[in-house]
């Protein structure tokens, strides 16, 4: 299925402000019907460009967050074993035959969805997010692979369930863990980084309403440079419009201004211990007059 | 623009762009992208006709045809190469080529100690060499070999000459990984004597007795591999030992294991790839390559520090051992070798270092280095003989 429209504008009405390789590296996802493999460091907003394909394509969103020992009744499907053993109980009077008992409590309506499976059975293409898909285990991301190329399941009792529709599937990855080859392989790949200096005063400003506009270049002048900084976990742009919402909250109008109360809402930007004490308010006060 | 491009353009399914395109898709496979016919297809449909917007058709193919971070940041400078003709040459190292037509002439003198030995393999029976185990040149020959096992076992690594007793590192390497592979997960697989009911099965199971669950189903949770990250010190105060501990890491990080290697010296690199390399004398030349460049002291705190800030984040897990092959001998402060330590500790569960100069006479681990690194380790042993890492294998398996 071929969607034309100007992703980058759509997403742009979704609030996200996405650079023009992103757009199309999206567009070509669509086009293609391809998976889009989303890596880069945490925080930079790989979560988010799903959300907002699914708001620019008018679609639900439909997330599996993977995790350690994440195993097909998580992930696929489940059966609702509280309603099948009230139906068996129910049905002992009915003289009904163990097959008949069977079919019936194996039927669709005892089946629990879980995202992947609810991903290909909606009526319009859902964008379907699996984040985090490092964290999973190898077993999984080979059962997925195979999801993946056929858009089918296959449930013992019930037998293959077709794909309805064929989801955008977006997979993010945070690099614990090398992934395989072949799923590298069968998906589009994008790295995204730490947005430049103009982009990030785009976040800002839309994200933040009511901020002035050199309220937010000033923001992220300094947090682009204090991500130069030797830290042990560089803000993201979640943290970067934490830090913009809290200053706007305490009505600060320039960096440059009330340094204590700057330093005391660093804790937005840095969330390790050793980064707070490294970021001491002479250095804070440095970047500060470099952002001024 | 470039000819190529302007060519580019002329007829979609004609003879040029399908060209240019498998040869550009050529000369990425030049630089180890792994890319099939398929995606040669997929990217010619892509491109179709969209030549004249061109850099969007850099970013189409950007994302069709990486597939890794390392291929991401390479791409464009490829890119440019190819369709603009920037005269930027491919990196040489990276092609695996480039290796085999090496000569050993050629090999850099950084890795001479470790394996120049090997050419006398052939020699069979006991051989005698010029006294010259405690000079700086002589290194690892000069001695005559045991050849009673009991007494090989005891032998100090140092005079460890022929490949075959280099061998047993090792196969002593793989007891002791097999030793320490698995660690409980926390998925649960089907099990009679599991802790946790299986609804699923026993519901299916419980048809048969007209719904009464009879027969419960259990799972527990199954072993998993734990993953293993191996430091190898080779700087010239280890050099006896090194091409000894090379063979043992290689045994280490074998196929079957989720394991890392690094080498350090003053700066650190990672070589599970090469080290994974079946072919020894492939390996050894390729580490030899990945080695150019190192030199002087060691840099315990500083190679640390590399490793915590750009691997450690994705290499280490809750179910990690990491190992240190070090005779401690450090020419950093030992404050930066204790923070780093300290971090690397918070990342990984266990810390195990293996320090040769342990196993000998009246060695007492004071340097300040060890000092300071104690307080951290969980299991620390002598490895100088194969006995003494044999004696390890139980500890290792407790952890």
Known sequence: ?292 | MAAAVTSANQPINGYPLTRQMAKFIDHLRLNNFVLGAQETTLALQVVRGAFLDDKKCQHQLKSLLTGCVEEWRLFDDLYEAYWYSSGKERHQWSSAKSFENRTKASLPKAWDQHFSKNKGSNNTGPQVEAEGEGDAEGSASGRLIATDKSAMAKTDLRQFVDPNEILQAELLAYRLASAMRYRLSRRYRLSRLGRKLDLRKTIRRSLGTGGEPFELCRRRRPDRPIRLVVFLDISGSMKHYSRFFLQFVKGLVCRWMEADAYLFHTKLIRVTDVVREKNTTKAMTRLSVMAEGFGGGTKLGESLKQFNDQYAKTHLNSRTVVMILSDGYDTGTPEQLAAELKKLRKRAPKLIWLNPLLGWENYEPITSAMAAARPFISYFAAANTLEALSAIEPEIAKL
């Open chain 1, 1 to 292: 299925m071929k969607i034309s429209i100007d992703i980058k504008k759509r997403l742009r009405s979704a609030d996200y402000v996405a650079d023009d390789a992103l757009a199309t590296a999206l567009q070509l996802a669509l086009d293609l019907g391809r998976p889009l493999l989303l890596e880069g460091a945490a925080g930079v907003g790989k979560t988010e460009v799903a959300k907002a394909l699914a708001n620019a394509v008018e679609t639900n969103l439909i997330r599996l967050q993977c995790y350690e020992g994440l195993d097909a009744s998580a992930a696929i499907y489940e059966w609702n074993y509280q309603r099948q053993l009230l139906s068996i109980k129910a049905s002992e009077h009915e003289q009904k035959s163990s097959r008949e008992i069977e079919d019936y409590i194996f039927s669709e309506d005892f089946l629990l969805e879980r995202p992947l499976l609810k991903a290909i059975r909606q009526e319009k293409s859902p964008v379907l997010l699996i984040d985090e898909i490092d964290r999973a285990d190898e077993e999984f991301e080979a059962y997925l692979l195979e999801i993946l190329s056929d858009f089918q399941v296959t449930v013992p009792e019930l037998g293959t369930l077709e794909a309805v529709s064929i989801p955008h599937v977006i997979l993010t990855s945070n690099g614990t863990r090398e992934l395989s080859d072949a799923l590298r392989r069968r998906c589009l790949y994008f790295y995204v980084d730490f947005p430049n200096l103009e982009r990030e005063v785009e976040i800002i400003t839309r994200r933040v309403p009511d901020i002035e506009a050199n309220m937010a270049e000033e923001i992220s002048r300094f947090v682009q440079e204090l991500r130069k900084e030797d830290l042990e976990k560089t803000p993201g742009v979640a943290e970067t419009l934490d830090w913009a919402a809290a200053l706007v909250g305490l009505k600060i109008k320039s960096l440059t201004g009330d340094l204590e109360t700057i330093q005391s809402t660093l804790i937005c930007l840095l969330k390790t211990e050793t980064d707070l004490r490294s970021i001491t308010p002479e250095v804070a006060s440095r970047l500060a007059g470099k952002a001024a």
